[in-house]
């Protein structure tokens, strides 16, 4: 059949099953604008700034493990989405991002709104393409959506042309893409994944360590598999948050720089480290010299390249965490092997006793963060939540003491650290999941970096939460300056009173709450659930509070600051609990 | 070959518009040190080989060979073996070349099967082929007559015979 390119491309979306796509139009995408009105497929969110396109894409996928999809213009629209592509490279999210670029014939003067889109993102996607013939569009499309979706996930771009999209085609959709150079391992080798069996049967103290990788590959039921049926304790990755139900008896918290002591401690202790899906990025594992010395390491990752990276394997597994751990499982299961982790969960769990997470109760009318992200989980827990955050001690406070029970209801910005990515990626997290409540647990200084797309969520009836935990400071950055610059808070101070934050919320026609003292909490953060559209809670919590306990940067994980008093993992060596295991 | 840290890496591409820029960017951002690297048409008019010579010292050769796997235009990559690979470069030398030390100089070039390819008033282009080693050793030789400028292709390697695989 014959169309333009444009038409082609809404042709292709549509072939690709692709539902909602979220974007901004400008000049040299108008033709692929006016395509997609005829679509009956596809829905367009409009964004009000470009990077909220990529982010809303970004959460999109977290939540609906499907590809997010983005279009916009050339030039600026093309770079304001650069955030959002490094963002969704950096935590190894599917997304297609098609970009309008000037005619061919004029690439490489200068035109007007011109940017060299394809170099400018060549290091922060998995590929991407310049398409300089409507011909090719149809393949390359093709090629886009399963180079995102596949093997390990991550942002693809297609730059677009304004001929092209203008271009005569006889479109036909392939059904396979021909890629000699790209063949990712799903299955795991045989031999490793005896040798995997032979370690977990063999190990005293073992620990799954799981992370994205397990969501991305919707690998949970196989994990809660193997970890019932060894007995492991389980502790999730910052990513990996909602891979395992955390109000499981088996599960010990998230590891790393703002991990609990007891996780940090069991890293510290355990004789396996069974690695699933994780890459041994530096805020999980501290000073890598000291970082689970005691134990062998397998490491389970479609990723080869991730293998070895950081810290040497015993069992290099490569494969995907749904085929690799379901085929350890029926090894274990074919061997009939028994559990025999009893006295290590005793030892972890007289941990967890003494050193639970914890923090100071406020004093008078002072709202402590944590107990306000503790009651956002008691309030949702009985109901399909999706959590967003922003970055910094909204999103810490937020990973330990937000207990999440199922996965992919959790969308937060790991490697990259972006700030302004909650309230965009609620959005996105919204239009896939139109029935779940959806609440972006916020920093004061993350959500006025994005605060405009409050509008997108009120235009397209997506109803978001903000829960701000507003402590007028940038916290991490103040928290930083507190402990290792001498209390010298050099432009960390923003102050709570500007925004109004209430206002800001009802001059986007949202609920505008504010909370300033703990009786007030759950009854707004109640409304602002059961409100029909977004709503804003300006929570004005105590201003200094800090994240404890912290391993201190290039520090080692069982050497923690702040939390219950307890020093290395080796000076509580000393109980009988402990001796007993490690006879 | 110099030291066990330097790799000869063949490596087949696909011949599309920005390889080479995938390709240089990664060992630039990924901080992997690069000697060589000589790309050009193949038998196969839709693939390139490229032959990169590496430095492994601070990055252990498998992350570099895993990364550039990871590219998805890249179709093969070979840790060639020196002691089974044969391996050229080619280098332009324009030499000072007074009257007084023209006929050295010619008999310089041949004992090393160089050519003269050019003559100037005070100078000689000297076109040498032949392995690293043995072009350095021409360099070093040349040095004293003054080398006025200076051109070489880095290496380009194939797998020899007896290893048909690649």
């Known amino acids: 059949m014959t169309m333009n390119g444009a038409e082609a491309l809404v042709g292709a979306l549509e072939e690709e099953g692709v539902d909602v796509m979220f974007g901004y139009p400008g000049g040299v995408v108008l033709p692929i604008y006016d395509a997609i009105m005829d679509s009956k497929q596809l829905d367009h969110i409009l964004v009000r700034h470009e990077q909220g396109a990529t982010h809303a894409a970004d959460g999109y996928a977290r939540v609906t493990g499907r590809p997010g999809v983005v279009l916009v213009t050339s030039g600026p629209g093309a770079t304001n989405t650069v955030t959002g592509i490094a963002n969704a490279h950096m935590d190894s999210i599917p997304m297609v991002v098609f970009t309008g670029q000037v005619a061919t014939h004029v690439i490489g003067t200068d035109a007007f709104q011109e940017s060299d889109i394809t170099g400018i993102t060549l290091p922060i996607t998995k590929h991407n393409y310049l398409v300089k013939d409507v011909r090719e569009l149809p393949e390359v499309v093709k090629e886009a959506f399963h180079v995102a979706t596949t093997g390990r996930p991550g942002p693809v771009l297609v730059d677009l042309p304004v001929d092209v999209a203008k271009g005569a085609i006889d479109f036909r959709y392939p059904e396979q893409v021909n890629l000699p150079g790209y063949r990712p391992t799903y299955k795991g080798h045989a031999k490793q994944v005896k040798q995997a069996a032979d370690l977990l049967m063999r190990a005293k103290k073992p620990l799954l360590y799981a992370g994205g990788g397990v969501l991305s590959s919707g690998a949970w039921k196989e994990l809660k598999e193997l970890a019932e049926l060894m007995q492991l304790p389980v502790t999730t990755t910052m990513m990996g948050k909602g891979a395992f139900p955390e109000e499981h008896h088996l599960y010990i918290g998230m590891p790393g720089m703002h991990g609990a002591k007891y996780t940090n401690y069991a890293i510290t202790e355990t004789d396996l480290l069974f690695a699933v899906g994780v890459r041994f990025d530096d805020r999980v594992t501290g000073k890598l010299a000291s970082f689970a010395t005691k134990s062998k ?20 597994i490569v494969g995907d965490a749904k085929h690799v751990l379901g085929a350890v499982v029926d ?18 769990d007289d941990w967890r006793d003494r050193f639970p997470l914890h923090y100071p109760e406020g004093e008078g009318d002072e709202v402590m963060p944590e107990h306000v992200v503790e009651r956002i989980n008691a309030l ?14 909204n999103q810490m406070w937020a990973c330990q003491y937000y207990r999440l029970q199922n996965p992919r209801r959790w969308a937060s910005s790991g490697g990259l650290g972006t700030m302004g990515f909650g309230l965009p990626a609620a959005i996105g997290a919204q239009a896939g999941l139109k029935d779940s409540l959806v609440v972006d647990i916020a920093g004061d200084g993350s959500f006025q970096m994005v605060s405009q797309e409050l509008a997108t969520a009120r235009v397209h009836d997506l109803p978001v939460k903000v829960v701000i935990l507003n402590n007028g400071y940038l916290g991490m950055v103040r928290q930083w300056q507190e402990l290792f610059y001498d209390r010298r808070y050099s432009q960390s101070v923003l102050g709570q009173d500007v925004p109004d934050f209430v206002k800001l919320a009802e001059a986007y026609d949202c609920l505008g709450l504010r909370v300033t003292s703990p009786e007030q909490l759950d009854g707004a953060l109640t409304a602002a659930f059961e409100h029909e559209g977004p709503a804003v809670v300006d929570c004005r919590v105590t201003r200094e509070e800090n994240v404890f306990p912290m391993v201190a940067p290039g520090g ?5 600051l702040g939390g219950i008093p307890g020093g290395p993992v080796s000076e509580m060596l000393d109980d009988e609990l402990l001796e007993e295991v490690w006879e | 070959m110099t030291g066990t840290t330097r790799h000869t890496l063949s490596v087949l591409v696909e011949n599309k518009p920005g390889v080479l820029q995938r390709v240089s960017g990664l060992f630039a951002r990924r901080g992997f040190n690069i000697d060589s690297l000589a790309v050009g048409p193949t038998e196969d008019p839709n693939l390139s080989r490229m032959t990169i010579v590496v430095h492994a010292e601070n990055t252990p050769l498998e992350q570099i060979s895993k990364q550039l796997h990871k590219l998805v235009n890249i179709i093969k990559i070979q840790d060639l073996d020196p002691a089974d690979m044969v391996d050229r470069e080619l280098v332009l030398f324009k030499v000072n070349a007074p009257a007084a030390v023209r006929a050295e100089l010619i008999e310089l070039a041949n004992i090393f099967r160089a050519r003269i390819i050019d003559v100037g008033r005070n100078s000689l282009t000297i076109e040498a082929t032949g392995t690293t080693d043995k072009l350095q050793a021409m360099e070093d030789l040349l040095r004293g007559y003054g080398i006025r400028e200076l051109a070489r292709t880095g290496k380009i390697a194939l797998a020899r015979g007896s290893k048909e695989n690649g």
Do not use: C, F, Y
């Open chain 1, 556 to 560: 080692s994980i069982d050497e923690m």
């Open chain 1, 380 to 393: 949702t827990r009985d109901r399909d939540t999706v959590i967003a955050t922003e970055v910094g001690q």
């Open chain 1, 331 to 348: 090894e274990l299961r074919k061997r009939s092997a028994e559990p025999r982790t009893e006295k290590w969960m005793r030892v972890i």
């Open chain 1, 297 to 316: 390491v397998v490491h389970i990752d479609i990723d080869p390249a991730e293998i070895g990276k950081n810290r040497p394997v015993d069992v290099p």
